[in-house]
């Protein structure tokens, strides 16, 4: 069975504190991508990566970053976290054109 | 990008066949029509996707207007897991990254199934 993994369902972090969102798969995927979901605004792409090292910015990159070391590994940063930073946070990969497999999500919450 | 308009709900009973509209009138020639869902709690997964003739897999049925303009989403017989957020897209396929290309979705359909 296909995964892609994320390191928490829930996180709580406050103003300013440095925050690391890691997601894992494990189906030799070349492209990883990070988006967030918000009520009322649906899914929107912050990043992606088409391979090892190589990222590419989103539609809302601004205040994040990211990291691709390993291939089945690509984290996302947030330098320094803000409230308006609160929301769901969804990883997902795939190969070529093909559908993309997402996580189960991680919302985090900045107090 | 092309946009897709959808209903913002359904209900439907368990058991029954559930038809979700989708319109896209914008849609252009390179563009693949493309659903997903997202139960609650998780992230969405890939249901089914076409281009221009009808397409069935283990998870549902396309049915794609012959103007392509609309389309439609069938689950043949629904259960109460298949209560859930729709969403149609549109990808094109004449994009030049290949498949490192973000999803949009928008608003969706949220299906309510009816035991």
């Known amino acids: 069975d296909v995964k892609v993994t994320q390191s928490s369902r829930y996180l709580v972090k406050r103003t300013g504190e440095k925050v690391f969102l890691e997601c894992v798969q494990d189906m030799d995927h070349e492209n990883m991508f990070w988006y967030r979901q918000d009520p009322g605004l649906g899914l929107r792409l912050i990043y992606f990566?088409?391979?090892?090292?190589?990222?590419e910015k989103g539609d809302i990159p601004e205040g994040y970053s990211v990291s691709r070391e390993k291939k089945e590994r690509f984290s996302l940063i947030l330098e320094s976290a803000s409230t308006n930073q609160t929301s769901m946070y969804l990883c997902?990969?795939?190969?070529?054109?093909?559908?993309?497999?997402f996580g189960p999500g991680t919302r985090l919450t900045v107090l | 990008d092309a946009k897709t308009t959808q209903p913002n709900s359904m209900e439907s009973n368990e058991e029954e066949p559930v038809h979700l509209p989708c319109n896209h009138s914008t849609i252009s020639g390179t563009d693949y029509i493309h659903w997903y869902r997202q139960l609650p709690s998780q992230g969405p997964e890939y249901v089914i996707h076409g281009l221009t003739s009808n397409v069935n897999n283990r998870m549902a049925s396309l049915a794609i207007a012959e103007d392509r303009k609309s389309s439609t989403l069938i689950l043949h017989r629904a259960t109460l897991r298949d209560a859930a957020v729709y969403y149609c897209i549109l990808r094109d396929r004449s994009y030049s990254g290949g498949g490192a290309d973000g999803l949009t979705f928008g608003k969706g359909t949220h299906l309510i199934i009816q035991p």
């Open positions: 990566s088409y391979d090892v090292k190589m990222k």
């Open positions: 997902a990969s795939n190969s070529g054109d093909n559908e993309q497999f």
